[in-house]
């Protein structure tokens, strides 16, 4: 037990995840009151998610999106197929028309402490994000107008504009313990 308290000790953690752990898991047990630490939300997963519509006339278009998820998230996207044919759209059932990736772990720590410090601020005319977006069950989403945000994305290689989706999962039971998490982290809200 002791080697194993010791390898992680050694290992480099995130930064948000560090200050969520000495920081803010106290004031959430002690705002909720909480008897369990267990029962302190926690974050899950990010998803973050391109939809790519012209991919169904142009078949080149979904590689510049995926490999603008892979330079802003650092893994692989998942190709999304087409589920059924619609005739209006002129899509076929398997065409690809998006793409998405999960970050898990110290991944999706970085992702979000990247996102938070570093593309949110860099978003014109910027005024928050809406603390309406909650799911009922503590998950937030939100959109990204453009992919230029980010600072991996090189302005002058764009093929075209993109937006994200952007969802945050948490151990939240509920939207207020959920906002209040990612108040805690960090998170830009509106003042209601």
């Known amino acids: 037990m002791a080697n194993a308290t010791a390898a992680v000790a050694g290992k480099n953690q995130p930064r948000l995840k ?8 106290k004031t959430l047990t002690e705002e909720f009151g909480y008897a369990n630490p267990m029962q302190v939300p926690g974050l899950v997963k990010i998803v973050v998610n391109t ?3 012209e991919a ?34 002129k899509l076929r059932e398997g065409m690809p028309i998006g793409a998405h990736v999960t970050l898990r772990g110290d991944r999706a720590w970085e992702f979000l402490d990247r996102l938070l410090t570093l593309a949110l601020p860099r978003i014109r005319d910027f005024r928050g994000l809406s603390p309406k977006q909650f799911d009922g069950n503590g998950n937030y989403t939100f959109g ?21 989706d952007i969802t945050v999962v948490t151990t939240a039971k509920t939207d207020d313990e959920g906002r209040a998490l990612l108040r805690a982290l960090g998170f830009p809200f509106k003042a209601e």
């Open 144 to 164: 990204v107008q453009e992919q230029s945000i980010f600072h991996e994305i090189n302005q002058d290689q764009i093929d075209r504009v993109r937006g994200f």
């Open 51 to 53: 939809g790519v519509g």
């Open 56 to 89: 169904a006339r142009d078949s080149k278009v979904i590689d510049g999106a995926v490999k603008d998820l892979t330079l802003i998230t650092g893994q692989k996207p998942q190709v999304t197929k087409a589920r059924k044919s619609i005739a209006q759209f």
């Open 18 to 25: 560090q200050k969520y752990r000495d920081e803010i898991t």
